[in-house]
């Protein structure tokens, strides 16, 4: 069954960066994007970007521009999001989330269908 | 970005009583080749990542009970519980995927009173 399984909970020191990451079981790795979305404590949900696993193109919101990398490893079924210069307000739950794709359309479809646990990042001096 | 706003932020609603969620987006969400209106409603139960309930803001994504159930187009969509269970206490989000960022509501919490 399709399944994302995320690295676990981190701690950070201000300045410092994270790489998180994400395992794809279940479905063809390279047919699907794969987003990031994070979730700070007791707020709500906040778009960070996303991957074409299949040629490795990314689109980040303007906010993490310069600050996040995103790659993935074909050979793994894997993708990283990778985000520097990390400070307190960067403390959050991580997921990454596989975003629905059409086979008799063969276009993908926006939506989010299956998440990942959630990966919690804790930046404090 | 395409801004959501949802309301109210927070409803407390008697078992076996219907609740409404309104979403709001700041730019339409109907792509007008394809008559698609590219929003989405999740549910998030504490401790977990968010759920699909919905997704061309009317269609029910596989495995959700027909007492979810969205409307709208354009500008304005509603999710409507039907009749509320204690498993549907959870917040609940719309987001677009019309455009990049994919932006979310900011949520609605769901009580029973």
């Known amino acids: 069954q399709v399944q994302l399984v995320q690295s676990g909970a981190e701690v950070r020191k201000p300045g410092a960066s994270i790489k998180i990451s994400c395992k794809a079981f279940g479905y063809t790795f390279t047919t699907y994007y794969t987003h990031w979305v994070r979730q700070a404590p007791g707020q709500g949900l906040e778009w960070m970007g996303m991957i074409n696993p299949s040629g490795g193109a990314t689109d980040f919101a303007q906010k993490f521009l310069g600050r996040v990398t995103m790659t993935r490893d074909t050979s793994t079924n894997t993708v990283y999001m990778e985000l520097s210069s990390l400070r307190s307000e960067d403390t959050a739950v991580y997921y990454c989330?596989?975003?629905?794709?059409?086979?008799?359309?063969?276009?993908?479809?926006?939506?989010?269908?299956?998440w990942g646990q959630g990966t919690l990042v804790t930046v404090s001096a | 970005d395409i801004v959501m706003t949802q309301s109210p932020d927070s409803l407390a609603v008697s078992l076996g009583e219907r609740a409404t969620i309104n979403c709001k987006s700041s730019?339409?969400?109907?792509?007008?080749?394809?008559?698609?209106?590219?929003l989405g409603w999740y549910q998030q139960k504490p401790g977990q990542p968010p759920k699909l309930l919905i997704y061309?803001?009317?269609t029910r994504e596989s495995g959700v009970p027909d007492r979810f159930s969205g409307s709208g187009s354009g500008t304005d969509f509603t999710l409507t519980i039907s009749s509320l269970q204690a498993a549907d206490v959870a917040v609940y989000y719309c987001q677009q995927y019309y455009s990049t960022p994919f932006t979310f509501g900011g949520g609605t919490k769901v009580e029973i009173k």
């Open positions: 061309w803001a009317s």
């Open positions: 730019h339409s969400v109907l792509y007008s080749s394809n008559n698609n209106n590219y």
């Open positions: 989330a596989r975003e629905a794709y059409n086979s008799s359309t063969e276009d993908s479809e926006g939506r989010f269908d299956y």
